[in-house]
């Protein structure tokens, strides 16, 4: 069956850091994927999409990249801030119009 | 500004009892889906629909049923609570293809 796994611990990482949280994938060919942000309480927010032709694609401080060979996804944030700390949700996308999702990571920003 | 609103932030309910839960897109999508959150266990697809009076089940779709009169309205019933119903809805909606989802902000549902 299809599987997304993402880091279940949290992240820790210092105000001014890169984080970087994993997206990893099996027994699917997704058409593209894609990243959300989730506050606590809250619904979440869809941040970046990158297609499955697509190696790298950047916005603002986020940079995400795909590798369907090793069929995993890298979120970036570089220059980390506290108000980045949330948890972070990546999905995956058919041609079915139906998204799969992780079950996400948490990432605290350290002052 | 793109908007999905759902009836309620927070709910109570008791065990048996029938349950409406309301999500509302002011976008014309034609998708709309119904998840519910738990913790350690992500988000999980109830039910979703393609268009009006359609619906197709998702991944975890007993105890519940769901209802698409008009676009915009995408209704999610519990025909009778139970205590392994209490948890976070999402509601969220697309408009098709490599499209993102807009969620609402979410029901949380506790059932007595």
């Known amino acids: 069956s299809q599987k997304i796994e993402q880091n279940s611990e949290a992240l820790n990482i210092q105000e001014g850091k890169t984080a970087t949280l994993t997206c990893n994938y099996t027994?699917?060919?997704?058409?593209?994927l894609q990243w959300y942000r989730q506050d606590p309480g809250r619904g979440p927010v869809f941040l970046l999409l990158?297609?499955?032709?697509?190696k790298e694609k950047r916005k603002e401080r986020l940079k995400v990249t795909f590798d369907t060979t090793l069929k995993q996804s890298l979120f970036h944030i570089t220059a980390s801030q506290p108000a980045d700390s949330a948890t972070y949700l990546c999905?995956?996308?058919?041609?079915?119009?139906?998204?799969?999702f992780g079950k996400g990571t948490r990432l605290h920003i350290l002052p | 500004d793109v908007k999905v609103t759902q009836s309620s932030r927070y709910l109570v309910k008791r065990t048996g009892e029938k349950v409406f839960l309301e999500c509302v897109q002011d976008?014309?999508?034609?998708?709309m889906f119904w998840y519910r959150q738990d913790p350690g266990l992500g988000l999980r697809l109830i039910y979703f629909?393609?268009?009006?009076?359609?619906?197709e089940k998702g991944d975890i779709p007993e105890g519940y049923s769901v209802s698409r009169e008009k676009k915009e309205r995408f209704s999610l019933i519990l025909e009778s609570a139970s205590t392994n119903q209490t948890s976070m809805y999402l509601c969220?909606?697309?408009?098709?293809?490599?499209?993102?989802?807009?969620f609402g902000p979410g029901t949380r549902l506790t059932v007595l």
């Open positions: 629909s393609y268009d009006v009076k359609m619906k």
């Open positions: 027994n699917y060919s997704p058409a593209y």
């Open positions: 969220a909606s697309t408009g098709g293809g490599l499209d993102t989802q807009y």
């Open positions: 976008m014309d999508h034609e998708n």
């Open positions: 999905a995956l996308g058919g041609r079915d119009d139906k998204i799969i």
């Open positions: 990158i297609r499955e032709n697509e």
